[in-house]
T-cell receptor, first 114, second 115 residues
Framework: IAGITQAPTSQILAAGRRMTLRCTQD?????MYWYRQDLGLGLRLIHY???????GKGEVPDGYSVSRANTDDFPLTLASAVPSQTSVYFC?????????????FGPGTRLTVL | AQKVTQAQTEISVVEKEDVTLDCVYE???????LFWYKQPPSGELVFLIR??????QNEISGRYSWNFQKSTSSFNFTITASQVVDSAVYFC????????????FGKGTRLSVIA
């Protein structure tokens, strides 16, 4: 089934540890995005990539890094996790060939940093 | 800068009541897209609707309807005859109308429909 997969589904992590959240899409979309969702704050953009090999910073990029080595994968790395990074993380993708900037979202990763 | 405001943090209604979720946006772009997403208790984001800024026609889909008014920068969402299954967090979002651009989300409105 075409779509976006994220792994892990959930994770509890000790502060200071390194963690990579995985995101893979099989729709050959050009653009991919990482959002975090926090209670009362909605979804906020962390990083994005308009095409393989390019990335950009969103509204809340500090403490996170991304890479886009190929079209399908867009991993999000927390180099040294802190409790404020406890959140639900959503990966999304879109393609300029589709009208209206339609974005597809993954199921999310729930991360708890203790 | 773009901004989306959903002033209603939480709404509680009794089943079969109508309910309107408000969304006000700010943008300097002359063309843009507006979206509504539903997030049920299971956590996934469910796409509901998108509108172009140049299409101000209201839209109805079953019990759902959307009222887009450029003059007031609003894109309100009405559920008619609400049902318990409508209980969810609803997000309004905005994006530029040029290629692939991220969405700017409102903070969401939590709707509880009581049987």
């Amino acid at each position: 089934i075409a779509g976006i997969t994220q792994a892990p589904t959930s994770q509890i992590l000790a502060a200071g540890r390194r963690m990579t959240l995985r995101c893979t899409q099989d729709m050959r979309h050009n653009a991919m995005y990482w959002y975090r969702q926090d209670l009362g704050l909605g979804l906020r953009l962390i990083h994005y990539s308009n095409t393989a090999g390019t990335t950009g910073k969103g509204e809340v990029p500090d403490g996170y890094s991304v890479s886009r080595a190929n079209t399908d994968d867009f991993p999000l790395t927390l180099a040294s996790a802190v409790p404020s990074q406890t959140s639900v993380y959503f990966c999304a993708s879109s393609d300029e060939e589709r009208p209206y900037n339609e974005q597809f979202f993954g199921p999310g990763t729930r991360l708890t940093v203790l | 800068a773009q901004k989306v405001t959903q002033a209603q943090t939480e709404i509680s209604v009794v089943e079969k009541e109508d309910v309107t979720l408000d969304c006000v946006y700010e943008t300097r772009d002359t063309t843009y897209y507006l979206f509504w997403y539903k997030q049920p208790p299971s956590g996934e984001l469910v796409f509901l609707i998108r509108r172009n800024s140049f299409d101000e026609q209201n839209e109805i889909s079953g019990r759902y309807s959307w009222n887009f008014q450029k003059s007031t920068s609003s894109f309100n969402f009405t559920i008619t005859a609400s049902q318990v299954v409508d209980s969810a967090v609803y997000f309004c979002a905005l994006s530029e109308a040029q290629g692939n651009t991220p969405l700017v989300f409102g903070k969401g409105t939590r709707l509880s429909v009581i049987a």
